[in-house]
């Protein structure tokens, strides 16, 4: 089974900190990553797609990097509006897998 | 403005069927594929299903294959997802998602979401 592993699951930070997670894919996926943030309550909403490019509207502090079977979704500036859970995805064949999600939290 | 919408939450009771909609708007419905996400209470994102309402192709995630069943209608621009017999383990919210245009670097992500559905299965 295809498998995407993103941690930490939990995260801590405080405004103004530089925020980094991981996801980890059981196969090569190439540059084919999204991320996406959801606020509690809401639906998710894209950030990031193709590992490293910004969705329209996306502040800039949000980047991806990675590919293959490593990528990090980092906000070099943790602002209030951010502390949300982010999902890495991929899209493989016909068949969609989140990462398990990471919250990250006011410290 | 590209937004889908979808119908409003449902309480059921186990062994009852249900349809759910996902309806398009502001971009041509036929040229995009519609996913279906589930997200049970407290927990992560579970993709159940993809379909292409301009032909009906339909490809479904293995855990979800024969539990559920997607569908669309282009004529009214509108996604569904439906179950025969429900269980309380089908207590959650389910949201509908546009993939990204064919042949664009959005391909492989869903770049507008539906707002949910709270599904709610309770004898």
């Known amino acids: 089974d295809f498998q995407m592993t993103q941690s930490p699951s939990t995260l801590s930070a405080s405004v103004g900190d530089r925020v980094t997670i991981t996801c980890r894919a059981s196969?090569?996926?190439?540059?084919?990553l999204a991320w996406y943030q959801q606020k509690a309550g809401k639906a998710p909403k894209l950030l990031i797609y193709?590992?490293?490019t910004l969705d329209s509207g996306v502040p800039s502090r949000f980047s991806g990097s990675g590919s293959g079977t490593e990528f990090t979704l980092t906000i070099s500036s943790l602002q209030p509006d951010d502390f949300a859970t982010y999902y890495c995805?991929?899209?493989?064949?016909?068949?969609?897998?989140f990462g398990g999600g990471t919250k990250v939290e006011i410290k | 403005e590209v937004q889908l919408v979808q119908s409003g939450a449902e309480v059921k009771k186990p062994g009852e069927s249900l349809r759910i909609s996902c309806k398009g708007s502001?971009?041509?419905?036929?040229?995009?594929?519609i996913g279906w996400v589930r997200q049970m209470p407290g927990k992560g994102l579970e993709w159940m299903g993809i379909?292409?309402?301009?032909?009906?192709?339909?490809r479904y995630s293995p855990s979800f294959e024969g539990l559920v069943t997607i569908s669309a209608d282009k004529s009214i621009s509108t996604a569904y997802l439906q179950w025969n017999s429900l269980k309380a383990s089908d207590t959650a919210m389910y949201y509908c998602?546009?993939?990204?245009?064919?042949?664009?670097?959005?391909?492989?992500?869903?770049?507008?979401w539906g707002q949910g559905t709270m599904v709610t299965v309770s004898s």
């Open positions: 502001g971009y041509r419905f036929t040229s995009y594929w």
């Open positions: 995805q991929q899209y493989n064949s016909y068949s969609v897998t």
């Open positions: 379909v292409y309402p301009g032909d009906s192709d339909t």
């Open positions: 998602a546009r993939r990204g245009g064919v042949g664009t670097p959005k391909y492989d992500a869903f770049d507008i």
């Open positions: 193709k590992a490293s």
């Open positions: 196969q090569s996926i190439g540059s084919w």
